[in-house]
């Protein structure tokens, strides 16, 4: 367990703290660009690197940079199952997820949180003005990144929200984890695989990993057809998916650039106490890809 627990939000404090993004690969990482601008913008006296870490050492790195007065950490692939098996102290949202990408530590413990979810929310509503509450949502994919976000849309109080996967099984395992939540929020929440799928939905949201290889999910045109559509993974052009979405109709598209940019201003208001303003360092990273 980590012993430094002086350093979780440090507001009060005009010394210089150091955070850190640990994942591998991690050359890609626009992590240290996004929380340099949110330390300028809120005059925030810290340090961000991205740390290549060696799959073995990932605990044992996460204790040194503790130890050693870190002021937090965020995580990505493909440390996060281990973040959360580390964390002594769960989030409500890193605990449905089953996954923990911001770590800090207070009263001696160390905190994991998951601030994914949230970050995709607040891209919708606050950045794209995409109402969520009372919408039809298509959540496609049914791994990690999709996890991450279900508890928070389903919070968002859509009317329904209908996850689909290639293949229906784990969908299934998405639906019966996170029924009582839908319970609670009067959310119709069901499942289907991308074969079968058929509908009208309002917002339709990729969360697979087929971007990331230049394909897309194999669904029905007509399920983007006039629907708001969004890819969770970014880039410097429209991902695969959002091309086609336009080219069959979709109302309009977006990348998950906002969603990257949000979910480190939670990370960055856990540690420091202090919000920074989204929109502006969007913009500023957009215009340098």
Known sequence: MPDNNNVARPTDSNELTSYAVFGNPIAHSLSPAIHAAFAQQTQQPIRYD????????????VHQFFNSGGGGLNVTVPFKQRAFAMAT??????????AVNTLYCQNDELHGDNTDGAGLCRDLT??????????????LGAGGAVSGVLA????????SLVIANRT????????EQFAADAELASVALSTNN???????????????????????????????????????????????????????????????LGMLVEQAAESFTLWRGVRPQAAPVIDRIRSSL
């Open 194 to 256: 991308f074969a079968e799928l058929e509908g009208d939905f309002d917002i339709v949201i990729n969360g697979t990993s087929a971007s990331l290889a230049g394909d897309r999910p194999d669904i029905s045109a007509a399920i983007v057809n006039h629907a708001r559509c969004y890819d969770m993974v970014y880039g410097s052009s429209p991902t695969p998916f959002l091309q086609w979405a336009a080219q069959q109709g979709a109302r309009s598209i977006a990348d998950g």
């Open 89 to 98: 102290v769960l989030s409500d949202a890193a605990a449905q997820a089953g």
């Open 168 to 175: 229906h099984a784990k969908a299934v395992v998405l639906q």
């Open 126 to 139: 606050n950045n794209l003005h995409w109402p969520v509450a009372g919408k039809r949502l298509l959540v």
């Open 50 to 61: 991205k740390k290549c870490i060696e799959l073995p050492r990932f605990e044992s790195a």
């Open 152 to 159: 928070p849309l389903i919070a968002s109080c859509p009317s």
